[in-house]
Structure formats: C-alpha cells, structure tokens
C-alpha cells in the first residue's frame, strides 16, 4: 500500500491518503478522516524516440515510446523495445536536440544514439613467445572480468593482466560492457 497526499472532499485540505486499489482511477482512503473516494490517474504523455543502436560497427535505428518528462543522461542505460525487433539493453553515447547534450528531457531529443550492452564486443591482446595476438570476442556485457584470472580463448590458456576501461584509465575489475580492452599473457 502506497501513502500519498491528495485532495480529500470530506476534510476539504491535502492529507495523506492510502491506495486501495489501483486502476483507471485510483481509489484511496484518507487517513485523517477515514473516507474512502477514487482519485483520478494523472495521465502521462509518452514522445517517440528515435533511438541509434549500434552493435559492432552497425548502426540499426530503433522507435520507442517513453514519457515526454524523463530525462535522459549519456551514460544511462535505457531499454530499447520497438516491437518489430529484438529487444536489447543499451547505454546512452549521445544525445542530440538541436545540438549534441550531456542530459535532456524525452520530449526535447531528436535522436538518442546508444551501443548495445546485453552482448558486447571484447578486444584481448594476448602475449605469447615474445608476440602478440589480438582478438575479438563476443561476451555477455554484464560478465565480469578481473586482473589475475585465467582465462581460456580458442587454444590460449591466459591470465589477465591488465584491463582498460572505455571512460579513462584502468581497472583491476571491470564488466565487459565498460572495457575497452584486455590484455592478457599465456600461461
């Protein structure tokens, strides 16, 4: 049960009420006086957002529906859902009004550009014998990678040994979706 204030007729001033039951309208009970009277919901209006998807190098538009009022910050993740394609989970690269914006509200965005998190592209640098091999892998964004674990990728038996982040510097303990790149020396 959610308490909030609202407009209750009998005590004819805002007091606290307690949500019945949840539906087209709302019906509350005051706490003051005990009256129990439905509330109309508050409407919220939804924009569409032009959402720029891009896994791998290839960039996929999307059309969702949020509300008009939620801001949007670079960095955020926001769940993409069209209906006529997969669903994927992403993170905010930019956002663009009538200029490019570190946070704005759904109703101002002209298009959000974001890359894919639910699976992500993984760079590794593996030394070996005075060589190194680079590679790219594919690994679930939330898989979580740290300095001094061995790892196993096609025939190299590594272990980490560093970890750059795609903000700045490095880490000793990251989740896929945040690195850049790992480089790791076979053991």
């Known amino acids: 049960m959610i308490a909030d204030q609202f407009f209750c007729p009998s005590c004819g001033?805002?007091?606290?009420h307690l949500l019945i039951k949840s539906g087209q309208e709302n019906l509350v009970r005051c706490e003051e006086c005990g009256l129990v009277h439905p509330v109309q919901k508050e409407r919220e209006r939804l924009t569409?957002?032009?959402?720029?998807?891009?896994?791998?190098?290839?960039?996929?538009?999307?059309?969702?529906?949020?509300?008009?009022?939620?801001?949007?910050?670079?960095g955020d993740e926001l769940l993409v859902d069209d209906g006529s394609r997969d669903v994927v989970m992403t993170e905010i690269t930019s956002l663009e009004t009538d200029r490019r914006v570190e946070s704005a509200q759904a109703e101002t965005v002209k298009s959000v550009w974001a890359r894919e998190t639910d699976e992500v592209p993984l760079k590794l640098s593996l030394y070996r014998n005075g060589r190194t091999n680079s590679f790219k892998i594919t690994v679930p964004g939330d898989e979580?990678?740290?300095?001094?674990?061995?790892?196993?990728?096609?025939?190299?038996?590594?272990?980490v040994v560093k970890i750059k982040l795609r903000g700045e510097g490095f880490a000793d303990l990251a989740k896929a979706k945040d690195i850049l790149r790992v480089w790791g020396r076979e053991i």
């Open 13 to 16: 001033e805002d007091t606290d």
């Open 48 to 74: 569409t957002l032009k959402v720029i998807v891009n896994k791998d190098g290839l960039s996929q538009p999307y059309f969702i529906n949020i509300p008009a009022r939620e801001v949007l910050h670079v």
């Open 144 to 159: 979580l990678i740290e300095v001094g674990e061995v790892r196993e990728i096609e025939h190299f038996v590594f272990k």
